[in-house]
């Protein structure tokens, strides 16, 4: 299984969510036809607020043949 992690610039605006979640999705779009198997948001207290981020995993189909070629 592969994964990604994203989060938002730390500072003013860490804790906003959906900056997050609209990353989290351009960045799922970028990787064409992929299996996503669950996406974890997580955060951090800072003085700026929850420092959020997110974690994705996922397959892509050449994974699925990549078990099957060998041994």
């Keep these: 299984m592969r994964h990604f992690s994203q989060a938002n610039p730390f500072g003013p605006g860490c804790d906003n969510v959906p900056a997050l979640l609209r990353r989290l999705a351009d960045s799922i779009e970028g990787l064409g036809p992929a299996e996503i ?8 207290p800072t003085e700026y607020g ?17 078990g099957q070629n060998e041994g």
């Design 37 to 44: 198997q669950d996406v974890v948001i997580r955060s951090e």
């Design 50 to 66: 929850s420092w959020c981020s997110g974690t994705v995993y996922f397959h892509l189909p050449e994974d699925e043949n990549k």
